[in-house]
């Protein structure tokens, strides 16, 4: 006779999303319902990122395939499923996303009485998507500010990072994972291709305080301000005591650095440049996200002075200089950009 160990029991996303709801009394399932729907898409998306190498036979973004069909570039196909799954969910009134000029606002009655809004970068890592390397999809969910049977307006996406409700991400890498926190603990689901399934694989994540990675694109060197240049070569020193020089690992995709600093300990950083002076990086789609998670899993996320989370954004698109990830690499890095290193 064998028994099976507690131990191994499979836990997929929607079982772990059903029972994490079981423990708020009054929650109506809106939320799950929402965060099941992200799933669903997450799945759509990985099957079409899996095919993006056989673009010589399906045919190239833009043409026609044999089918006589349009091939979609994958930012634009993420983004569509995205918008379908929200919008099927009957749980979102609407959704800000990186692909989208301004924001979509969903009709009908149960739009109007959706409880949440979505902020999305369908497909970040824009660089990496023909390429076969990891990108990725950032969300973050607000409960709206605007009277519930009316149609969502704007500043329903303009709130701080801090009233987030839930944020996650979806890594496309050499396996398939989605991320996300509705607060309080932050856990990662591995997505099995043989049951198309993501299974509970990283359960309550924490960061290193302390890691040995640094991820920032140093071919801005000469635009960096004098405080960052420092605090660069204060990552290449010699120094065994503090684990320098530290390594550096940039993949140019924010959710793949991201992601494998959160779980080795490390500190991501796209700092302001002379051409750009609030930096590339979105704050609604993918710093305020990102920082939710990485603050949720016990690291640190400012833009050089302030936490990223209590950033009051104005507008939709607005970027940000972005240092995130491990607690004390953070803080070290703050103080060289404030000039007191
Ligand atoms: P994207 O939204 O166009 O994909 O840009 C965001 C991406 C991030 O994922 C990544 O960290 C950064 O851009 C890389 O930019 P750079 O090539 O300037 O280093
Ligand atoms: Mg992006």
Redesign the pocket.
């Known amino acids: 006779m064998s028994i099976l160990s507690e131990t191994h029991k499979i836990v997929t996303l929607n079982e772990f999303i059903i029972n994490s709801q079981k423990g708020f009394d009054f929650a109506t399932g809106e939320l799950s319902g929402l965060l099941h729907h992200i799933g669903l898409a997450a799945k759509i998306v990985n099957r079409e990122v899996n095919k993006a190498g056989l673009v010589g036979i399906l045919g190239a973004a833009g043409s026609n395939n044999v089918h006589g069909e349009d091939v979609q570039r994958l930012d634009i196909f993420a983004n569509l499923h995205f918008h379908k799954a929200m919008r099927n969910s009957e749980f979102c009134g609407g959704i800000a996303s990186?692909e989208d000029d301004d924001c979509v606002i969903y009709e009908g009655e149960r739009a109007r009485n959706a409880k949440y809004v979505v902020c999305i970068?369908p497909l970040?890592?824009?660089?990496n998507i023909d390429v076969n390397v990891s990108i990725?999809t950032i969300f973050g969910i607000y409960r709206r500010i605007s009277p519930v049977g009316q149609p969502c307006v704007e500043k329903d996406f303009l709130q701080p990072g801090n009233q987030l409700v839930a944020a996650g991400y979806i890594i496309y890498g050499s396996s398939t994972m989605m991320v996300y926190t509705t607060g309080t603990r932050v856990n990662g689901f591995t997505l099995d291709p043989s049951i198309g399934e993501f299974c509970l694989s990283h359960p309550d994540i924490k960061t290193p305080l302390q890691g040995s990675i640094y991820s920032i694109?140093e071919s801005?060197q000469s635009q960096f301000s004098d405080g960052v240049n420092r605090y660069l070569a204060y990552c290449k020193e010699i120094e065994p005591f503090t684990g320098r020089p530290y390594n550096s690992r940039?993949i140019?995709?924010?959710?793949a650095?991201v992601h494998r600093n959160l779980i080795k300990g490390g500190i991501f950083a796209?700092p302001a440049t002379k051409d750009n002076p609030q930096g590339?990086?979105?704050l609604l789609y993918?710093c305020n996200p990102l920082a939710f998670i990485v603050e949720k899993a016990g690291g640190m996320a400012t833009d050089g002075k302030n936490r990223i989370l209590d950033i009051q954004p104005t507008n939709l698109h607005q970027r940000l200089p972005t240092y995130l990830g491990s607690t004390a690499m953070v803080r070290k890095a703050m103080q060289f950009v404030q000039g007191e290193e």
């Open positions: 990186e970068d970040d890592g824009s660089s990725g694109n801005y940039y140019g995709s924010m959710v650095d796209y590339k990086l979105r993918e």
